[in-house]
């Protein structure tokens, strides 16, 4: 890599599929050059600090973390510049905010305001507009533009008119190069990134039946986090049969509302919900209804700061546990294999989940929540960081397992391309309300 030259002028994409390199490419390019990095990673050691610096137990109420301004203001002082980021990246209403009460995609346009207030001559940006809804991309676009760019991304779409070059990175090394066209229609490219068929078979093992009735009710629930109103007497029911699409801005909700239904919301025992026909707050444990749930999001992903290997991660999935902390039957071994070959980490399998990149990650947690067939599969951004081989494949395995009524999904995404013809009905945030529509 320490050959590879930035032309100056001419912004970089970087291409590749998850673990091929790219996150250490651009790591080493900004370090080289001086730039400012964005990325996964540092959005992760960030959470890291406020969590360990929480003050909670000295004050006389809960420490949300440092605010927006506050984050902000320690990589530049410039009000000026400050307030018109802030602006340009829809932060000025959350500005107090502490960090712990920002959604993924708030903490996503939180990050990119700290690179871009600063200005510098050279931004490395890691899959900039993962997490961000469609509201924002273009508003970024704006602020990139005319910039000098290394830009990460998994989706060719989102270098359209912003990178001059493309690379291609495979174990760490640039591959193929040229601009984003001939990128596109170069076959080794294509074969590279599985943009064809795949031929999925899922691996065998037990599903878990639901109770009878509806798998999920709300009734006039409210939410308050951090003094602002997230939900206000919300209903919504999930009956048998029933996959959703979850779509809005960030910061209208959505994660707050998948949090409730899997248990990892305080207030969904002072509000009326039930999920697998129990009611929330009336004595059940939280694991009594976590059986029935697959989960894979934002937060669940920050949570695993462990050291546990990638067989270890999938295995997990039968406990509903971050790692894993009792005996495994040889039985639940072979088929988190199973799941591990069906999205290409074998070659992992001993590997520390945290050595590996934040794509192979997600991954991983993308087969913990389907090895236990749940009958209930939560998807908060799943796609979130995967390149279009793995991305096609979590997609795929998504569709089949919930259209042969294996599971039944609530899936929450911003991206378009990332549709699933097995979703029937979708609730979506516009103006100041939620509204149903039935697709299917």
Same mark, same amino acid.
């Given at each position: 890599?320490?050959?590879?030259?930035?032309?100056?002028?001419?912004?970089?994409?970087?291409?590749?599929?998850?673990?091929?390199?790219?996150?250490?490419?651009?790591?080493?390019?900004?370090?080289?050059?001086?730039?400012?990095?964005?990325?996964?990673?540092?959005?992760?050691?960030?959470?890291?600090?406020?969590?360990?610096?929480?003050?909670?137990?000295?004050?006389?109420?809960?420490?949300?973390?440092?605010?927006?301004?506050?984050?902000?203001?320690?990589?530049?002082?410039?009000?000026?510049?400050?307030?018109?980021?802030?602006?340009?990246?829809?932060?000025?209403?959350?500005?107090?905010?502490?960090?712990?009460?920002?959604?993924?995609?708030?903490?996503?346009?939180?990050?990119?305001?700290?690179?871009?207030?600063?200005?510098?001559?050279?931004?490395?940006?890691?899959?900039?507009?993962?997490?961000?809804?469609?509201?924002?991309?273009?508003?970024?676009?704006?602020?990139?533009?005319?910039?000098?760019?290394?830009? #990460?991304?998994?989706?060719?779409?989102?270098?359209?008119?912003?990178?001059?070059?493309?690379?291609?990175?495979?174990?760490?090394?640039?591959?193929?190069?040229?601009?984003?066209?001939?990128?596109?229609?170069?076959?080794?490219?294509?074969?590279?990134?599985?943009?064809?068929?795949?031929?999925?078979?899922?691996?065998?093992?037990?599903?878990?039946?639901?109770?009878?009735?509806?798998?999920?009710?709300?009734?006039?629930?409210?939410?308050?986090?951090?003094?602002?109103?997230?939900?206000?007497?919300?209903?919504?029911?999930?009956?048998?049969?029933?996959?959703?699409?979850?779509?809005?801005?960030?910061?209208?909700?959505?994660?707050?509302?998948?949090?409730?239904?899997?248990?990892?919301?305080?207030?969904?025992?002072?509000?009326?919900?039930?999920?697998?026909?129990?009611?929330?707050?009336?004595?059940?444990?939280?694991?009594?209804?976590?059986?029935?749930?697959?989960?894979?999001?934002?937060?669940?992903?920050?949570?695993?700061?462990?050291?546990?290997?990638?067989?270890?991660?999938?295995?997990?999935?039968?406990?509903?546990?971050?790692?894993?902390?009792?005996?495994?039957?040889?039985?639940?071994?072979?088929?988190?294999?199973?799941?591990?070959?069906?999205?290409?980490?074998?070659?992992?399998?001993?590997?520390?989940?945290?050595?590996?990149?934040?794509?192979?990650?997600?991954?991983?947690?993308?087969?913990?929540?389907?090895?236990?067939?749940?009958?209930?599969?939560?998807?908060?951004?799943?796609?979130?960081?995967?390149?279009?081989?793995?991305?096609?494949?979590?997609?795929? #395995?998504?569709?089949?397992?919930?259209?042969?009524?294996?599971?039944?999904?609530?899936?929450?995404?911003?991206?378009?391309?990332?549709?699933?013809?097995?979703?029937?009905?979708?609730?979506?945030?516009?103006?100041?309300?939620?509204?149903?529509?039935?697709?299917?």
């Amino acid at each position: 890599m320490s050959e590879f030259e930035i032309r100056p002028g001419r912004s970089l994409g970087i291409v590749g599929r998850n673990g091929s390199g790219k996150t250490t490419l651009a790591a080493s390019l900004a370090e080289k050059y001086g730039g400012v990095l964005v990325s996964f990673e540092l959005e992760n050691e960030l959470l890291e600090r406020e969590i360990r610096e929480d003050d909670s137990e000295f004050l006389d109420r809960i420490d949300f973390g440092r605010s927006v301004r506050e984050l902000i203001e320690e990589v530049c002082s410039d009000g000026r510049k400050l307030e018109e980021i802030a602006e340009a990246l829809g932060l000025v209403k959350i500005i107090e905010q502490g960090f712990l009460t920002l959604s993924t995609g708030e903490r996503r346009r939180l990050m990119l305001a700290r690179a871009l207030v600063q200005n510098p001559k050279l931004l490395v940006l890691d899959e900039p507009f993962d997490g961000l809804d469609q509201a924002f991309r273009q508003p970024l676009r704006d602020l990139l533009d005319g910039r000098d760019l290394i830009l #990460v991304a998994n989706r060719l779409s989102d270098l359209e008119g912003l990178t001059g070059d493309v690379c291609c990175v495979e174990d760490g090394r640039v591959i193929l190069g040229g601009s984003l066209e001939e990128l596109a229609r170069n076959e080794a490219f294509q074969q590279l990134m599985g943009l064809g068929e795949s031929g999925l078979a899922l691996p065998n093992g037990e599903s878990i039946a639901p109770p009878p009735g509806a798998l999920v009710s709300m009734e006039k629930v409210t939410v308050v986090h951090g003094g602002r109103e997230i939900i206000s007497e919300f209903d919504w029911t999930v009956e048998s049969g029933q996959n959703w699409k979850i779509s809005g801005p960030n910061g209208c909700g959505k994660s707050t509302l998948v949090n409730l239904v899997t248990g990892d919301h305080p207030q969904c025992y002072s509000n009326d919900v039930t999920v697998m026909g129990m009611r929330r707050g009336l004595g059940e444990s939280i694991w009594d209804i976590k059986r029935y749930v697959g989960i894979v999001s934002p937060s669940l992903h920050q949570q695993h700061r462990v050291s546990f290997n990638a067989l270890q991660i999938v295995a997990s999935g039968f406990f509903d546990s971050v790692g894993i902390y009792q005996d495994v039957a040889p039985g639940h071994w072979k088929v988190a294999r199973m799941w591990l070959e069906l999205v290409g980490m074998t070659a992992w399998a001993d590997r520390p989940f945290r050595s590996l990149s934040y794509g192979q990650q997600r991954l991983l947690l993308v087969a913990r929540a389907l090895v236990k067939r749940p009958p209930l599969l939560v998807l908060d951004e799943p796609c979130q960081g995967l390149d279009p081989i793995n991305r096609a494949l979590v997609l795929e #395995v998504i569709d089949r397992i919930a259209s042969t009524k294996l599971t039944q999904i609530l899936y929450i995404t911003h991206e378009p391309e990332d549709r699933l013809d097995c979703v029937t009905h979708e609730l979506r945030y516009e103006g100041e309300g939620w509204l149903v529509e039935r697709l299917a």
